[in-house]
């Protein structure tokens, strides 16, 4: 089986950074609307944005999907006038590149529940870094940090982990992701040849 990417690999990971990329696009608003109501809620819907890489992976299983899938959908939201401006492809970045550790932690071979739930949470990790680097972390009271790193790190394990997880379940049970990952090991290393 070719571990490397192949152009229908990238193409896909393309159209799912796309669509993913106008889902983040529409997040901004909903994110400013919950932010005004305190206590970091709005963190707890945070995940949304980490939500390509896992999901690209989890249809690929590739190395390079997940922090090319994130970058992609991170370009794609700022190509359609992101709310924030260029640093999205900076977050894109790191958050892509966090949760692909994960996945290569794991030697790209296990892409269970706690596993995609543990890249969504090295997203958010990365979204941290850059966070840090803005500054504005250090404004906050110890109990007020703690608080906003909890409820993004839970809203991106509910999100970009155990949601993504079975949004793809659900995807295979309809035979769409044998286009690109065949259900038998045969198929898959015919079409990869």
Do not use: C
């Not at 590149?97 to 892409?111: P, T």
């Amino acid at each position: 089986m070719s571990k490397g990417l192949k152009l229908t690999d990238i193409l896909v990971t393309i159209v799912i950074a796309i669509v993913f990329g106008l889902v983040y696009k529409l997040w901004g608003p909903l994110y400013s609307a919950v932010a005004p109501l305190g206590i970091h809620l709005d963190q707890l819907i945070y995940g949304m944005w980490f939500i390509a890489a896992t999901v690209a992976f989890l249809i690929i299983r590739k190395p390079g999907v997940a922090l090319l899938a994130e970058v992609a959908a991170a370009s794609g939201e700022f190509l359609t006038g992101s709310q924030f401006g260029l640093e999205v492809l900076i977050y894109g970045v790191l958050q892509g590149l966090f949760a692909e550790l994960v996945f290569m932690a794991f030697r790209y071979k296990r892409v269970d529940l706690f596993v995609v739930s543990l890249a969504g949470f090295g997203s958010a990790v990365g979204s941290f870094v850059m966070d840090f680097y803005k500054g504005y972390l250090a404004d906050l009271e110890t109990w007020n940090l703690l608080l906003m790193i909890g409820a993004r790190s839970l809203g991106a394990i509910i999100i970009s982990g155990i949601f993504a997880y079975y949004l793809v379940g659900a995807l295979e049970k309809t035979g769409v992701t044998n286009l690109v990952r065949p259900a038998s090991k045969k198929d898959y290393e015919a079409l990869n040849d």
